[in-house]
């Protein structure tokens, strides 16, 4: 069911460039608005996830194509979707750490070189932009609009979070036949991070994690 989207093609532009406008559009109007319509738009962006997330699997088990290998949300951008929608919720600091430390990345790198692991079909379309796009809207909301700020040492506090879920997930793939996190087989996107194979990947893979968190908690200010 895995299907990619070709970097540069009309579709991806499509994708991408409609992400980054309702990203600047949202955070420009929100900006300028009072504190009671900023913490409304919070709240309407967190259960609209939560619909999307519920129809999504309605859609999938109605055209009978639900299973346990695609649509469980324990890949990285899964799990820090149900993150976002939680922090939006209760501003939670460690939550608000991992969507801009780890989600941030991940949905601007899954926005670039798309894999579509529940299929291409207008729904899921819509789905995987909608989700990928909450992943760079969410912490840049938080931190430009509602001022959030990391903590000092958040960022090897969120690495070990990350790997407390590639340990617990690792194992799931071999024991159901999964894939989750890519832990168990390379992404079929042409991805420049993804170097070597199996398992050799997963390693440079780290090594990017870290390094992609390392620079955003470099550039942000810290919490006093």
């Known amino acids: 069911m895995h299907e990619i989207i070709i970097p540069l093609t009309p579709l991806w532009w499509k994708g991408i460039v409609s992400c980054l406008v309702v990203i600047g559009l949202v955070l420009l109007f929100f900006n300028r608005a009072s504190l009671e319509w900023k913490l409304w738009f919070t709240k309407l962006l967190a259960y609209s996830s939560i619909l999307v997330y519920i129809a999504t699997h309605i859609v999938a088990i109605f055209a009978e194509e639900w299973s346990i290998q695609d649509f469980l949300p324990l890949h990285l951008c899964t799990i820090s979707f149900f993150i976002c929608i939680t922090v939006l919720l209760t501003k ?121 968190i390392l620079l955003i908690y470099k550039i942000t200010p810290r919490k006093i």
């Open 92 to 212: 939670k600091q460690w939550m608000y750490e991992w969507v801009l430390l780890v989600a941030m990345s991940s949905g601007l790198h899954s926005a670039l070189t798309p894999e579509l692991s529940m299929g291409i079909g207008n729904w899921y379309l819509f789905e995987f932009y909608f989700v990928h796009g909450s992943l760079m809207l969410v912490p840049l909301y938080l931190t430009l609009v509602l001022g959030m700020r990391p903590r000092v040492g958040s960022w090897w506090k969120t690495f070990l979070r990350v790997q407390i879920a590639a340990v617990i997930i690792f194992p799931f793939n071999f024991i159901f036949d999964t894939n989750y996190m890519y832990l168990a087989a390379k992404p079929l996107v042409d991805n420049p991070l993804l170097i070597g194979d199996w398992p050799f990947y997963i390693f440079f893979l780290e090594l990017f994690v870290l390094l992609h």
